[in-house]
């Protein structure tokens, strides 16, 4: 199929360090269009792409040979690979015959559109989607619909199609992406140091984003309601900020998914909730969201049974409506999604940054994020402290720190004791570990954190009672000062998760209704005693967001 041989094209390209730079683009009406019409080619080459290698890969799954080569059992790896690429080269399943296949499938108008080096990056990305269910990471891949479209474009390289070209200081110091026969000049603010940085690093290639803007009259936004942004992958290191200084103690951590536990072998302890500032933002969207039910249900009765269930959707079905008020609710979502997004990745980089503080050695349990997000969806969504770990990794690796991701089930953190050995596994709602060997009581997230703190990564990884004996007569105090911390928190009346340990601390939130109140008691849908609060005038139950303090939260939906 191809034109070079093979030998030439799988040469492995030398991997060195990127970060990113993101520069605004001036897009003037005209302009926007032409890009508009670009990204559709893209978007339409992306799902012919992505619909030709659905169909390789159900070909090469449907074919006896993929399911005796899984039956190869794993302890022969080789003979499993040799299998398994076998299988790919025959049904053109891999990064290069997808390229092929972009070759193919680039012909007529859409090669005016996209350039050939477009083409391949976007059949990378197909072919990276479609891998995914390959491997049993992802179920379904995702065609870009029209509504939506394609948000991003990438190069690789910064001399032909897509590129970005910066002027001399004596031409003016202006930069530009070219594409095709536009030029968008790019915002440069010349006096951000982290901007100075960047764009005296060289440009290995240059990605055009289109975002959604809050409306049509957002700053720098098009007539569609959109904003272009370049973002450039620079050859070096990213800028350190001087106040963002790397300390040299190792810090265990434990992560959960609504708090983190931070223990340096010798700075102060901490257990925070994670993103803590998150939950208004949360919960203005939930409002939203229910609103766009409501808005659904309300266009679309035809869809919903006399009990108000949604009805199952056979094939010829009625289209479903989506009214002026529903778009507008949706707009707003987005938006609000968006800057919530934005809000956690700083808190993120806050707090990965005074991580990185204390210790440029850090050593954590790896997460399984799979079973959290079943147990604990929303948390885990508000939070992304997958995102978090994925933020720290990025920001130790360029302060020349470790990160060590410990297997959970080896090291067992949360389950060992190391006053006796044992290995006792705790169900949730035991906050505490206190064991008859005289250890405790002491928050469990705190006392894992503090393990993983003295592992020794290099060596063993299963921890051993005696690397602890010293460590723990001057953590003990470290920890307990920590929680007592986290109780004056709560005191003052800052929102805590349960698994903090402190019971009913949300229960003893000020709640100034000044007026006498009786509290019901009643069951709620969950099967629940739940109490509320109720002033004797109206009758009527105080409405959800009056009744906050002592509604189940998010992060306690176990
Ligand atoms: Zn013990």
């Known amino acids: 199929m191809g034109t070079k041989p093979r030998e030439e094209r799988t040469r492995p390209k030398q991997k060195t360090p990127t970060f990113l730079l993101e520069l605004p683009l001036v897009v003037e009406p005209g302009q926007a269009a032409r890009l508009r019409a670009h990204l559709e080619a893209g978007r339409q080459f992306y799902n012919a792409v992505l619909s030709s290698g659905q169909r390789r890969l159900r070909q090469m799954r449907a074919d006896p040979a993929w399911q005796a080569a899984r039956a190869i059992p794993r302890t022969h790896p080789q003979e499993r690979r040799a299998a398994f690429s076998a299988l790919r080269e025959r049904y053109g399943f891999s990064e290069y015959a997808f390229h092929d296949l972009a070759k193919e499938l680039r012909v007529s108008w859409l090669a005016d559109h996209l350039d050939a080096v477009l083409a391949q990056t976007l059949a990378t990305r197909a072919y990276r989607a479609l891998n995914r269910i390959c491997v ?30 910066l002027d001399t200081p004596a031409q003016g110091h202006r930069g530009w992406l070219i594409w095709h026969d536009d030029q968008l000049p790019a915002l440069i603010d010349w006096d951000d140091p982290v901007v100075k940085h960047g764009l005296a690093h060289p440009v290995k290639y240059a990605r055009l984003v289109r975002r959604p803007a809050s409306s049509a009259r957002a700053q720098g936004a098009d007539r569609e309601g959109e904003r272009y942004v370049v973002q450039l992958a620079l050859a070096g290191a990213p800028l350190q900020k001087p106040k963002h200084a790397v300390g040299s103690d190792t810090v265990g951590l434990d992560l959960g998914p609504a708090s983190i536990a931070i223990v340096p072998r010798q700075a102060e302890a901490r257990l925070e909730p994670l993103c803590a500032e998150l939950r208004p933002d949360g919960r203005a969207i939930r409002r939203l969201q229910r609103r766009m039910e409501r808005q659904r249900r309300a266009a679309n009765p ?30 707003r979502k987005a938006a609000r999604e968006r800057r919530l997004a934005a809000h956690r990745k700083s808190l993120h980089g806050q707090l990965v940054h005074q991580i990185v503080a204390v210790g440029h050695t850090i050593i954590t349990e790896k997460l399984t994020y799979i079973g959290w997000q079943k147990r604990y969806g929303r948390s885990v969504g508000l939070r992304a ?13 360029s302060t020349g720190g470790t990160l060590r991701e410990v297997p959970t089930r080896s090291t067992k953190l949360s389950q060992f004791c190391h006053g006796c050995g044992e290995v006792v596994p705790k169900p949730l709602s035991q906050r505490w570990h206190q064991c008859p060997c005289g ?42 000062a920590a929680h007592e911390r986290v109780k004056e928190r709560a005191k003052e009346g800052q929102v ?47 409405p959800r967001e009056s009744s906050e303090p002592l509604e189940r939260s998010p992060d306690e939906q176990h």
């Open 302 to 331: 035809e869809h919903y049974d006399e009990k108000g269930r949604p009805r199952k959707r056979g094939k010829g079905a009625p289209r479903w409506k989506q009214s002026q008020g529903y778009q507008a609710t949706r707009r």
């Open 385 to 397: 402290p997958g995102m978090l770990i994925a933020h720290m990794r990025r920001t130790v690796a």
């Open 136 to 165: 049993g990471k992802a179920r379904r891949v995702r065609f870009k619909s029209r509504g939506r479209g394609l948000s991003s474009l990438e190069n690789k390289r910064n001399d032909t199609g897509l590129r970005f070209v």
């Open 439 to 480: 250890i405790g009581p002491v928050q469990r997230d705190l006392y894992s954190a503090f393990l993983a703190a003295y592992l020794d990564p290099a060596a063993d990884l299963t921890p051993s009672c005696a690397q602890y004996v010293v460590p723990w007569e001057g953590a003990e105090a470290r920890l307990r």
């Open 496 to 542: 805590l998760p349960r698994s903090m340990g402190i019971p009913r601390a949300r229960a003893r939130l000020p709640q100034s209704r000044s007026e006498a109140t009786q509290e019901l008691l009643f069951l709620s849908r969950r099967g629940k005693v739940e109490a509320w609060k109720r002033r004797p005038e109206p009758p009527v139950l105080v």
